[in-house]
């Protein structure tokens, strides 16, 4: 399971390219209605036949993951004029230009040794005649998918002005079986679908997984010991650990933002209240008190809020508190019932669930409660997470006798994109950035 093997990132030598003055390509990610950016990625050349098979596999994945984004229109292979034969060459950007290509992506492959391989790309702005982006990366040839979305994290933030999302992984649970015998097994995957494995047998019921801040750890609830208990896995080593012996059902676990607490539920007596487990000491903390159902807390960011929802004011509503307990404010006023929030790494906006008339729909608003807006909807829509850029939620849904699945979708609300896993699939979170 280990992500850390040999990978390292360089500056390509700057070409010396005199171009005329012009405006350069950029992508407005805020349009509500956009136009995708039409980008021509050329397989990556490769110094022999092994090479050149992986600078094919690498160009194919960043196709995929631009294309997917919803923010650029990769051109086919198929219509492409110019032949490239030398990685150091300047296009032939008139050649680029008939397919109407605005970007340019060029690389090259070349294996050093069985246990090092190099790839280079260059960004070129086709109608402005000039290299924007020039990177190297140096790894393991087995990393090459993670180079991939290295490479696409690069020109997404190059072309939009904001972190990529692509070398990030997301851990769900993986379902099968009949409704009445579920099996739910814990389950990682790359965020396109690529490279899953399961993390637990099958012989438990596992819910709610989400990364640590580090992405090592995972926390998450289970019924591994018959009841209802937090527990943390360790991603490199394999190892379970349950989380202190509470003695009570706990459930809804998350990390704070250093990595340092986890936030919680514990029922007790019929009633179910919010704690902070500091994870050097083992020490915990109530947050809240009265008789209602306060559960699913989320820090902000910063680590001095937490967001959670709660039943105190007749039906199921989101709050605001801070880290400590203290001044508790309501911020969700409209139709419905509201659940599971959890705050953009921006620190702007909340995700949530939405529950009105029977149908689930996933939402944003603001930390104050204003701007609430609703992203898509189901018979079951449900467990927002966001990307590490805070620019496409995910989250899983389900039809009427249907199974299960993950989708993902932008804060236009635009690009509703089904993520791809071998079986039936719900309860997804994103991890950070991957180092």
């Known amino acids: ?63 995929n993951n631009l294309e997917r984004s919803g923010l650029f229109e990769p051109i086919s292979q198929e219509a492409f004029v110019e032949d490239i034969q030398d990685f150091n060459v300047r296009p032939r950007f008139q050649d680029w230009r008939l397919i109407n290509a605005q970007a340019l992506l060029t690389g090259e492959v070349e294996l050093q040794s069985e246990s090092r391989m190099r790839v280079a790309f260059r960004l070129w702005d086709v109608y402005g005649e000039e290299e924007i982006l020039a990177l190297s990366f140096t790894a393991t040839p087995d990393l090459w998918r993670r180079i991939a979305h290295k490479v696409s994290d690069q020109i997404y933030k190059r072309l939009t002005g904001e972190e990529g999302y692509f070398d990030t992984r997301i851990v769900f649970v993986s379902e099968s079986g009949d409704k009445m015998n579920r099996v739910k097994r814990l389950a990682i995957m790359d965020q396109d679908g690529a490279n ?41 080593t394999g190892r379970h650990e349950t989380l202190g012996n509470i003695g009570n059902m706990t459930f809804a676990p998350r990390f704070s933002p ?12 019929g ?43 007749g039906s199921q509503q989101l709050y605001i508190m801070n880290a400590d307990g203290s001044g508790v404010e309501r911020i969700s006023f409209g139709e419905g019932r509201y659940a599971t929030p959890v705050w953009s790494p921006r620190g702007d906006l909340i995700a949530f669930t939405k529950i009105t008339g029977g149908r689930f729909a996933i939402g944003v608003m603001r930390s104050d409660g204003s701007g609430e807006r609703l992203l898509a ?36 609300g635009q690009n509703l994109r089904r993520v791809n896993t071998p079986g039936s699939a719900s309860d997804p979170a994103w991890s950070p950035l991957l180092d």
């Open 1 to 63: 399971m280990s992500m850390q093997r040999f990978l390292m990132l360089v500056l390509l030598p700057v070409l010396l390219v005199v171009a005329p003055a012009h405006a350069q390509i950029e992508v407005d990610i805020n349009k509500g209605h956009l136009n995708p950016l039409p980008v021509a990625v050329d397989p990556f050349m490769g110094d022999t036949p092994e090479a050149a098979d992986l600078g094919a596999d690498i160009a194919g994945v960043v196709t």
């Open 196 to 236: 899953m494995q399961f993390l637990t047998s099958g012989d438990y019921t596992v819910l709610t997984p989400r990364f640590s801040p580090s992405n090592q750890m995972i926390t998450y609830m289970s019924y591994r010991t018959g009841k209802p208990q937090i527990h943390l896995f360790d991603i490199e």
């Open 258 to 269: 250093d990595g340092s607490k986890v936030v919680m539920s514990l029922e007790e007596a």
């Open 271 to 313: 009633n179910t209240d919010i704690y902070v487990m500091d994870l050097r000491s083992r020490q915990m903390t109530r947050l809240t008190f009265g008789q209602s159902i306060d559960t699913s807390p989320t820090f902000s960011p910063e680590g001095d809020r937490v967001v959670f929802e709660s039943d105190r004011g």
């Open 377 to 412: 909807d189901g018979f079951r829509a449900e467990g927002p997470t966001w990307a590490p850029n805070g620019r496409v939620i995910m989250f899983w849904r389900e039809e009427r006798g249907g199974e299960p699945s993950i989708w993902s979708i932008d804060l236009t």
